[in-house]
């Protein structure tokens, strides 16, 4: 398997010196991308104790350090590049994920990847004119997608009837599993279904 990420020499010494000073036996580096795919994706570095890790993590076994890298993030990790540059105040660590914010989606991907996929490649675009854009808050067990309506979308009238049926339409054609859409400020579900 191709190593879907670089770290460089110097960013693997500087990990292995911080893993040391944690003083954990086995502790490796556990690599992740939050909402990949998305304008907002952060890819993050964070410790990992043994066990941490999950059942379905890629192991990388380097020269100097372990790392696990997140299953669901692995596509997004293509080309990426994690150094370490050497400065007066000692350093700092860069991860470049250029294909972090980039929808990698296919029909067996995860239902919120593809709902995100629709929202960022064919529904936010349309949006943007508006100052406005969706985001997927959360998929209930139900397959309904809570979505939150944000900048010019919000507050206006018209939401309910033109954006709400609008994208309910493209993303149910797009994606037949899914069950429907809910607003994150739709209060007439009181069941409260996202504060759980």
């Known amino acids: 398997m191709?190593?879907?990420?670089?770290?460089?020499?110097?960013?693997?010494?500087?990990?292995a010196e911080l893993l040391e000073k944690?003083?954990?036996?086995?502790?490796?580096?556990?690599?992740?991308i939050t909402q990949p795919g998305t304008p907002y994706a952060e890819?993050?570095?964070?410790?990992?104790?043994?066990g941490e890790e999950e059942p379905s993590d890629e192991k990388l076994e380097l020269e100097k350090i372990a790392v696990f890298l997140d299953k669901h993030s692995v596509p997004f990790l293509e080309e990426a590049v994690v150094d370490f540059n050497v400065d007066r105040m000692g350093g700092q660590l860069t991860i470049k994920a250029p294909n972090a914010k980039m929808p990698k989606v296919n029909?067996?991907?995860?239902?919120?990847?593809?709902?995100?996929?629709?929202l960022y490649s064919e529904i936010n675009p349309g949006l943007a004119a508006h100052g406005g854009e969706i985001k997927l808050i959360q998929l209930t067990d139900e397959n309904v997608a809570v979505l939150q309506f944000g900048?010019?979308?919000?507050?206006c009238a018209a939401v309910d009837l033109t954006l709400k049926q609008g994208v309910e339409r493209t993303?149910?054609?797009?994606?037949?599993?899914l069950a429907g859409i809910r607003d994150?400020?739709?209060?007439?579900?009181?069941?409260?279904?996202y504060y759980r």
Request: aromatic share 6%; proline share 6%.
């Open 107 to 118: 029909a067996d991907s995860p239902l919120e990847d593809r709902v995100n996929y629709v």
């Open 22 to 32: 944690q003083n954990v036996e086995g502790i490796a580096v556990r690599i992740f």
């Open 171 to 177: 993303l149910m054609e797009r994606i037949p599993e």
């Open 2 to 15: 191709s190593q879907p990420i670089q770290i460089t020499d110097s960013a693997q010494d500087y990990l």
């Open 43 to 50: 890819t993050c570095l964070a410790y990992c104790r043994p």
């Open 184 to 193: 994150v400020t739709d209060h007439s579900d009181t069941s409260q279904a």
């Open 151 to 155: 900048g010019g979308c919000q507050g």
